[in-house]
């Protein structure tokens, strides 16, 4: 954790100064330690504690005393082993000399763009034969803020995004959320221009009523997306086990996770996946979706996937019938191409095919969104496929999300190359179908409750132009939930 | 095509004579070319046709009469399109002349271990960039069969499994299957010794009785792992429309599967899982399942989704209980692990705790799989956990999946290793979970018909001794379904 951040001070990433405190060390990684906080010869804004959990609430007063205003604590000890009373202790400290927290127990705050980064885990490790890995790798910047009460969760969270090219706007792992908790994280990201979307995974709630109205208000500016573990009688055990509070009855999560429109993701995979595709896309304002494929087999399991979802597949109306048969009747569509939805290109469609077709579609004021395959294996297709689509995809401001199917070179560049383009992809035809499901479920809740004004193309929840974004600020105490 | 099978010839991959026809060329590729088929100086045993539709049953009728018994027919143009005459008048040409046809409209067979390819699709491609990339490759020789109607999805399967380090035997797209169809396929490869698990992927059937007839008793001696597409009103339409036969409802497939043992997935995904998991472990005997962890939140999801599976998550029996405290006890394990199921070793587990636990867990005779999660991100994680994990889980021979949430270089080589020991892994938890049911699943299906003695720990279908396995044929005549 020292260390990352005085790396990121060295190579100029991390702005601030930053100060060793450590009374048995005079020096760690050839900086300089202070024997204690009031020897460090600065105001100290933050402090990170990573110390004994006995200790930590007198380390909270002398540095509410010296007038730090925020304090991240990583030790564990607190209520997570039955110490309820140190961590009541710690909170009224705290409250007392006017400190925020985040923890205790917790991996703290990894910030891409300040280079603000307290996570403990080691960033590569070895392995017996040699080779030197990366074990808790950092994603690359982005716009995709997460909040997670488990750490363990947080680590494999960066570990996948890192994997999958997601970028991260901000991480915070909150523990045991003594003081700050997920009300005024959302409060806060909400505001925060840098993030498009938040991830949420939770076991269980405290202070469910405060999120919920927060959440409302969040909501109307960006997408939550959440993961709550224990939805099944022994996932509720586990997670009633793990966190130590009680993780309440699934049903009380799902209703309110809807009434705020908080999009609820099935599982981790998703969780990411919902996230992609929020990163890149506009939400959705109709429930009737096309799918246009070069592969027949792959787009039935999306017609599935869309209708399992609520969305609806229906036949083409007959406007747009009667466009394609006079491409078909101009041999700009092969004769075989079919009217039903999905419309099948066949494994000849070329890119000007994608092009007319999917232009048509979505031009179509029925249709709310495309599922769109692009199977690199047929002849015909090659990446200058791409382009074409993707301008097609702006014009339009419909959401659009891509599947090509395959892990190997050519599947991962194809789809890199739509995500450059800002078009999410997926490598398996349901992802590609729930995930524009996130997209137009999202879209529902903001007719309905959204202060966005509708008919524009490109209107985007975070467009919101009644809203004024507030100062960046560290969790101010006025806002405690 | 005909570039890989000269290829592998060349390498001595293929070890039988390739002669390529063509009126229209002396050579193709330095190699010679006859300009019709009683032009070859030999006897062949089978025919690939890649020729324009309407000349496809001339060819089979000139092939059969020379002796040849078995055509892999690539061409497309018969029912798919509405030609049911002429497909007809293929099939019967071919029934007149003994000879057995795999497709038309189909890529036919992949080989791994002969080296019989007959895939046409282009195998390396370049991007805008001036990039060479592998399009559609072929995964490394293993033991999963992959049997799909469906050319496209096929060449999207071989591009995963390959991305995804995942062995296959062989490859059979049948396209249209107008002579061979899924029941002679699950026939032959059941007794393949080479194939430890088939895939089927179906659009709709068209021998729907006897494919269930053959499929009870294939699923004795080995898995099969069906991906049905069209479940809903959306798909079950799309389906109809690509394949031209009526898809039937998705119920009675449902029922279907369900008699005959075959494992349904629920999505692709799902459908590649399986079969990594049958692979590599055996089935299940009892549906009550333990999971260890050293994260909590992942453990949660798994339960979770074990749960909904219809497998049981239960607190440990009161025997396993207080081996637990007996470990703690000695400073074996950690004073705060739980005794409740999910087992959470906590982020200090050591490969020892895990092997102690492990061993314990599957001592217990109540206990009927585990699904094991090491996030390597906790410090004390390294790859030294996985042999004796692996030793543990092969002295028992209960059927474990293994979980690490992760996406970059650890995550990747931690679950390449614990592969490398037999051991199926996977980067989410509900997917570790679904394989572990889908093992279980199998393995009830076989306590209630099939054949195996039970009691052994090894048991395993594809060690069935009541069987002989039959001797290796192409698909003669006389068990035409």
Same mark, same amino acid.
């Given at each position: 954790?020292?260390?990352?951040?005085? $790396?990121?001070?060295?190579?100029? #990433?991390?702005? %601030?100064?930053?100060?060793?405190? !450590?009374?048995?060390? @005079? =020096?760690? /990684?050839?900086?300089?330690?202070?024997?204690?906080?009031?020897?460090?010869?600065?105001?100290?804004?933050?402090?990170?504690?990573?110390?004994?959990?006995?200790?930590?609430?007198?380390?909270?007063?002398?540095?509410?005393?010296?007038? $730090?205003?925020?304090?991240?604590? #990583?030790?564990? %000890?607190?209520?997570?082993?039955? !110490?309820?009373?140190? @961590? =009541?202790? /710690?909170?009224?400290?705290?409250?007392?000399?006017?400190?925020?927290?985040?923890?205790?127990?917790?991996?703290?705050?990894?910030?891409?763009?300040?280079?603000?980064?307290?996570?403990?885990?080691?960033?590569?490790?070895?392995?017996?034969?040699?080779?030197?890995?990366?074990?808790?790798?950092?994603?690359?910047?982005?716009?995709?803020?997460?909040?997670?009460?488990?750490?363990?969760?947080?680590?494999?969270?960066?570990?996948?995004?890192?994997?999958?090219?997601?970028?991260?706007?901000?991480?915070?792992?909150?523990?045991?959320?003594?003081?700050?908790?997920?009300?005024?994280?959302?409060?806060?990201?909400?505001?925060?221009?840098?993030?498009?979307?938040?991830?949420?995974?939770?076991?269980?709630?405290?202070?469910?009523?405060?999120?919920?109205?927060?959440?409302?208000?969040?909501?109307?500016?960006?997408?939550?997306?959440?993961?709550?573990?224990?939805?099944?009688?022994?996932?509720?055990?586990?997670?009633?086990?793990?966190?130590?509070?009680?993780?309440?009855?699934?049903?009380?999560?799902?209703?309110?996770?809807?009434?705020?429109?908080?999009?609820?993701?099935?599982?981790?995979?998703?969780?990411?996946?919902?996230?992609?595709?929020?990163?890149?896309?506009?939400?959705?304002?109709?429930?009737?979706?096309?799918?246009?494929?070069?592969?027949?087999?792959?787009?039935?399991?999306?017609?599935?996937?869309?209708?399992?979802?609520?969305?609806?597949?229906?036949?083409?109306?007959?406007?747009?019938?009667?466009?394609?048969?006079?491409?078909?009747?101009?041999?700009?569509?092969?004769?075989?191409?079919?009217?039903?939805?999905?419309?099948?290109?066949?494994?000849?469609?070329?890119?000007?095919?994608?092009?007319?077709?999917?232009?048509?579609?979505?031009?179509?004021?029925?249709?709310?969104?495309?599922?769109?395959?692009?199977?690199?294996?047929?002849?015909?297709?090659?990446?200058?496929?791409?382009?074409?689509?993707?301008?097609?995809?702006?014009?339009?401001?419909?959401?659009?999300?891509?599947?090509?199917?395959?892990?190997?070179?050519?599947?991962?560049?194809?789809?890199?190359?739509?995500?450059?383009?800002?078009?999410?992809?997926?490598?398996?035809?349901?992802?590609?179908?729930?995930?524009?499901?996130?997209?137009?479920?999202?879209?529902?809740?903001?007719?309905?409750?959204?202060?966005?004004?509708?008919?524009?193309?490109?209107?985007?929840?975070?467009?919101?132009?009644?809203?004024?974004?507030?100062?960046?600020?560290?969790?101010?105490?006025?806002?405690?939930?």
């Amino acid at each position: 954790m020292a260390e990352t951040m005085l $790396t990121n001070r060295n190579q100029g #990433i991390f702005k %601030g100064k930053v100060f060793l405190v !450590n009374p048995k060390h @005079e =020096e760690i /990684l050839s900086e300089k330690c202070y024997s204690s906080l009031s020897a460090v010869p600065s105001w100290v804004e933050t402090i990170v504690i990573a110390i004994p959990a006995l200790s930590v609430p007198q380390v909270i007063e002398e540095a509410g005393n010296s007038g $730090t205003k925020a304090a991240i604590v #990583i030790s564990s %000890g607190f209520a997570e082993i039955g !110490n309820r009373e140190l @961590e =009541e202790k /710690l909170l009224s400290v705290a409250r007392k000399c006017d400190v925020r927290i985040i923890g205790p127990n917790c991996l703290g705050i990894y910030d891409a763009y300040t280079g603000m980064d307290t996570l403990f885990l080691p960033e590569v490790k070895y392995l017996s034969d040699g080779r030197e890995v990366v074990a808790t790798p950092r994603p690359k910047a982005g716009s995709i803020t997460l909040l997670t009460q488990s750490g363990a969760f947080g680590a494999a969270a960066l570990d996948y995004m890192a994997g999958h090219a997601m970028g991260i706007r901000c991480f915070v792992s909150y523990g045991n959320r003594c003081d700050v908790a997920e009300d005024e994280l959302l409060e806060y990201f909400g505001h925060d221009e840098r993030t498009k979307v938040v991830l949420l995974y939770v076991e269980g709630l405290t202070r469910g009523r405060g999120l919920i109205e927060r959440a409302k208000d969040t909501v109307r500016r960006k997408p939550i997306v959440a993961l709550k573990a224990g939805r099944t009688q022994a996932g509720t055990r586990a997670a009633a086990s793990h966190t130590g509070a009680l993780a309440g009855s699934d049903k009380v999560y799902e209703g309110a996770f809807r009434q705020a429109g908080i999009i609820r993701a099935r599982n981790v995979e998703e969780f990411f996946d919902f996230a992609r595709a929020f990163a890149l896309q506009p939400p959705g304002q109709t429930k009737s979706i096309a799918i246009l494929t070069n592969a027949g087999g792959p787009g039935i399991m999306a017609a599935d996937a869309l209708e399992e979802s609520g969305l609806d597949v229906r036949p083409l109306s007959e406007q747009t019938l009667a466009k394609f048969s006079e491409f078909k009747a101009k041999g700009l569509l092969l004769p075989i191409v079919s009217g039903h939805n999905p419309i099948d290109l066949t494994a000849e469609a070329t890119s000007a095919m994608y092009q007319l077709a999917l232009s048509t579609l979505l031009d179509d004021p029925e249709i709310g969104g495309v599922v769109l395959f692009v199977q690199h294996h047929a002849p015909t297709i090659l990446d200058d496929v791409v382009d074409p689509v993707a301008n097609t995809v702006e014009r339009h401001g419909k959401p659009v999300t891509v599947c090509d199917m395959g892990g190997a070179e050519m599947a991962q560049a194809m789809r890199q190359a739509f995500e450059k383009r800002g078009l999410p992809s997926y490598s398996m035809p349901e992802r590609a179908a729930r995930s524009l499901w996130a997209l137009v479920n999202y879209g529902s809740y903001l007719k309905q409750h959204g202060p966005m004004e509708h008919g524009s193309k490109n209107e985007r929840p975070e467009g919101d132009p009644q809203r004024e974004p507030q100062k960046s600020r560290i969790f101010p105490a006025e806002d405690r939930g």
